[in-house]
């Protein structure tokens, strides 16, 4: 593993980014950091001061789903309030410079296609979505509006958030067009994650096992960083406009 600090990037990089077919972007909650989004381990993380078991599965949605709710309603609020940051915007660049570029997401923010974006894969779904644990039908926020109270589907079924709690199945097609983007990625870019939640914890090791360049951006080391070709330590924000542009200044 090379360890490299943030400014000028390794040749081998260079070579691997400007040689690749298919690059992809594995991103968690660090890239939306600097957007104004807590992470949710770590110091300042948001499991600091809320118990993810009290509010991150389904079985604590059943015994309090007001709680949840309210949990839920506090962050769809700063989502909505934020933008995207830098890094987000790098990646949307990156898409247009590389044959197939995909960004495959933990996060439920929909930042990677507010900020242009196009393939995308959510594999913890999207907190901009709701559906009724009842008969399924979909739910916009702006079709529910701002709740303090879990809303309830005209059918009477509590509605939840499209996320994916602890214990459950993350969707079947992302999962699957996931594994796919792994196993062809020339490069993979792990980007903010702490690589504790598995089965998407999984992935960087798929494209590693399958002869990718990874490279890891994040704060500090982590779990992958063993397996990662390259470690970029520093901010995302930083790191990926810095990277894409010197890439590919002449084009
Ligand atoms: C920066 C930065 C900057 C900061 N620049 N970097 C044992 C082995 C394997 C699996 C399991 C196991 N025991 C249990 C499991 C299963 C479980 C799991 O993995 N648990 C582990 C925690 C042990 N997984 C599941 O349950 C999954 N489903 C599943 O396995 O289904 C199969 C099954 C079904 C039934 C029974 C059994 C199995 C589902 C996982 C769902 C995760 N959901 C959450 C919540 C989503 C909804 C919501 O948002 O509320 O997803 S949990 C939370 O963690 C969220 C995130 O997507 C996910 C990952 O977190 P992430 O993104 O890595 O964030 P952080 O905070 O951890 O890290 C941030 C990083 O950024 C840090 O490294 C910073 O340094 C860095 N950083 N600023 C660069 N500016």
């Known amino acids: 593993m090379n360890t490299q600090r943030t400014g000028i990037f390794s040749d081998q990089l260079h070579k691997k980014i400007l040689s690749a077919t298919s690059i992809v972007a594995f991103t968690g909650a660090g890239i939306s950091a600097e957007s104004g989004v807590p992470t949710f381990r770590g110091d300042e993380g948001l499991w600091k001061k809320f118990k993810p078991e009290e509010l ?3 079985d604590a949605f059943m015994r309090n789903p007001d709680l949840v709710w309210e949990w839920y309603s506090y962050r ?36 990677h296609r507010r900020a242009g974006s196009t393939t995308v ?36 079924g509590l509605i939840r958030p499209d996320v994916v709690w602890f214990g459950e199945m993350l969707p079947e097609d ?5 594994e796919r983007a792994a196993e062809t990625a020339d490069v993979f870019l792990a980007i903010g994650t702490s690589a504790v939640v598995y089965p998407a ?39 990926l ?6 890439c590919f200044q002449n084009q």
């Open 121 to 156: 894969y959510e594999l913890h779904g999207n907190i901009e979505r709701n559906y009724c644990i009842g008969c399924g039908r979909q739910f916009a926020n702006q079709d529910i509006g701002q709740f303090n109270r879990a809303p309830r589907c005209p059918c009477g």
């Open 241 to 246: 406009p810095q990277l894409v542009s010197e």
């Open 56 to 58: 991150a599965n389904f």
């Open 76 to 111: 769809k609020q700063i989502i909505s309030k934020i933008q995207p940051n830098p890094g987000h915007y790098a990646l949307a660049a990156l898409e247009r410079l590389v044959p197939q570029c995909a960004v495959i997401t933990q996060n439920v923010d929909n930042l």
């Open 201 to 239: 914890a999984s992935l960087p090791v798929i494209a590693k096992r399958s002869g990718a360049y990874v490279v890891e951006i994040n704060l500090e080391y982590t779990e992958l960083s063993r397996t990662a070709d390259e470690v970029l330590l520093g901010k995302s924000g930083d790191i």
């Open 174 to 178: 992302q999962w699957n067009a996931s």
